[in-house]
C-alpha cells in the first residue's frame, strides 16, 4: 500500500559520528518545515556542548539540554520523551526528523520498541547513590545479587552506574512503556563513508573541539561541582580532556587518545547499522550530495 501522500513524514537520520548527520537532518527539516529531535544519549546534558557536538541552532531542537550530566538517561526515558514530541507534532500536521548517533534509540523509537522499562524513580535513584557513598559499591553488588541473579551475572559489577540501573529495573516497576506511533511517514537513512574519509573527519573535528574551548568548558563544569565520574562525562573525550585539566595528561595525549576512541566508536555504529531494519543508505564521500539522494528517494517513494 502507497503512503498517505499528505500525511506527515517521520525521518531519521543515522550514521557514524562525523559523517555528516546533522547538516542532513537540519536540510530536510528545512525543507518539510519539520520539528528536529536529538537521538543522542550525551546531547542531552546541559554544559556538555563542544565535547559532544551539538548543533549551533540548539532552538530548533527538541530533547538537546534536558539533563544534568549528574543524571543517568536510558533508551526508554528517549523513547518516552521523544514519543510525546511525535504525537504533538502529529497534531498539529507537522513532519518530525530524528537524528543523532545512538543507534539504539533511533531503532527503538521508529520500530515501536515496547519492551522498555520506564524512567528511573528518583528517590529509589537517590538512596541508591547515597548507599553507593556511605557503603561502597561492594554492598550495592551484594544487593543486586540478592534481588536479581541473573543480572548479577549479566552487570559490570565494577560499573557502579550499571549495577545501580540493575538494582533498579530490580526494585522498580516491571511495566514496560507502551506506546504506539501516529501514522507518519516512515523513513529511516543512514549515511555512509569510506573510512579513510570518515578516520580524516573524526581527527579534524576532535581538534576543532579543542581550538574551540574544550578544556575551558570541563574547567567551568569542574567549578560548577560535577565530577568526572558522573554519568554525563562518559562521552567520548571528556574524562581524557578532565585530565589535560587537571594536569594528568599532555594535550597531544588525549588528542591522540580522544581520536582512536571515536574511530571505534565510528567502527561500532557502522556494524551496528549493517543490522538496522529499514534503512536506505545514502553516500556521504566529498563530492556527493545525500540531500539530493534523500529527496529522489522520497519523490520515488510518493510514486
Avoid at 556538555?48 to 541552532?57: C, S, V, Y
Avoid at 526515558?77 to 530524528?98: I, M, P, R, Y
Avoid at 537524528?99 to 528517590?123: C, I, K, Q, S, Y
Wanted: net charge negative; with cysteine; glycine share 6%.
Amino acid at each position: 500500500m502507497k503512503p498517505d501522500p499528505v500525511a506527515p513524514r517521520l525521518i531519521g537520520v543515522m550514521g557514524p559520528t562525523a559523517s555528516g548527520k546533522t547538516g542532513l537532518a537540519e536540510e530536510l527539516a528545512d525543507h518539510f518545515h519539520a520539528q528536529l529531535v536529538n537521538a543522542d544519549s550525551f546531547q542531552v546534558y546541559r554544559g556538555l556542548d563542544i565535547g559532544t557536538a551539538k548543533p549551533e541552532r540548539k532552538d530548533r531542537y527538541k530533547l538537546l539540554d534536558i539533563k544534568n550530566p549528574t543524571e543517568g538517561f536510558a533508551v526508554g526515558e528517549f523513547v518516552k520523551l521523544a514519543h510525546e514530541v511525535c504525537a504533538d507534532c502529529w497534531a498539529n500536521g507537522q513532519s518530525v526528523v530524528v537524528v543523532g548517533g545512538t543507534g539504539l534509540n533511533t531503532r527503538a523509537l521508529f520500530e515501536e520498541f515496547t519492551d522498555m522499562l520506564g524512567t528511573p524513580d528518583p528517590e529509589l535513584r537517590a538512596e541508591l547513590n547515597a548507599q553507593l557513598e556511605r557503603s561502597g559499591l561492594d554492598f550495592l553488588v551484594q544487593e543486586l545479587e540478592l534481588l536479581d541473579q541473573g543480572a548479577f551475572q549479566r552487570v559490570d559489577r565494577a560499573n557502579p552506574l550499571r549495577v545501580i540501573r540493575a538494582i533498579e529495573r530490580a526494585k522498580g516497576s516491571k511495566s514496560a512503556i507502551k506506546f504506539e506511533l501516529p501514522p507518519f511517514r516512515r523513513t529511516k537513512f543512514a549515511l555512509e563513508i569510506t573510512s579513510y574519509n570518515l578516520n580524516e573527519r573524526i581527527e579534524s573535528r576532535v581538534r576543532e573541539m579543542v581550538q574551540n574551548g574544550w578544556a575551558l568548558e570541563i574547567e567551568r563544569l569542574r567549578e560548577e561541582g560535577y565530577r568526572s565520574d558522573d554519568p554525563g562525562f562518559r562521552a567520548i573525550g571528556y574524562r581524557a580532556m578532565w585530565d589535560v585539566v587537571e594536569d594528568r595528561k599532555e594535550l597531544e595525549q588525549a588528542i591522540a587518545d580522544t581520536v582512536v576512541e571515536t574511530r571505534q566508536y565510528a567502527k561500532r555504529q557502522r556494524t551496528w547499522l549493517r543490522s538496522e531494519p529499514n534503512l536506505i543508505r545514502l553516500t556521504a564521500d566529498p563530492g556527493e550530495n545525500p540531500l539530493r539522494q534523500a529527496m529522489h528517494y522520497l519523490a520515488v517513494e510518493m510514486n
